[in-house]
Nanobody, 119 residues
Framework: QVQIVESGGGLVQPGGSLRLSCAASGIIFSIYNIDWYRQAPGKQRELVALITSGGITNYADSVKGRFTISRDNAKNTVYLQMNSLKPEDTAVYSC?????????????WGQGTQVTVSS
């Protein structure tokens, strides 16, 4: 059974920090690219950050310089360190594990974790 579990969300004041975790089981974690998405009520889902199986990273312009994505394959976990948080960062954050193997695309989503940035 494949399971993707996000954690680390919560309520934080503007300027604060949170570290989100995306923990996977039931997959060969090291071969998967991991994408972090977020979606606020009434808004389109947005790709925030990604990290490839080889460790290459990319970020949305809105979070560059503030967010850092990393992975620890020994722990089957990807992290999203979020600093200098703004109210507009408020959203449900979800991770998506993606890999292609034997010409078939595998894609697994977590349930999401709520991040609220408010005074």
């Amino acid at each position: 059974q494949v399971q993707i579990v996000e954690s680390g969300g919560g309520l934080v004041q503007p300027g604060g920090s949170l570290r989100l975790s995306c923990a996977a089981s039931g997959i060969i974690f090291s071969i998967y690219n991991i994408d972090w998405y977020r979606q606020a009520p009434g808004k389109q889902r947005e790709l925030v950050a990604l990290i490839t199986s080889g460790g290459i990273t990319n970020y949305a312009d809105s979070v560059k310089g503030r967010f850092t994505i990393s992975r620890d394959n020994a722990k089957n976990t990807v992290y999203l360190q979020m600093n200098s948080l703004k109210p507009e960062d408020t959203a449900v954050y979800s991770c998506n594990a993606v890999a292609t193997w034997v010409n078939h695309k595998y894609n697994y989503w977590g349930q999401g974790t709520q991040v609220t940035v408010s005074s």
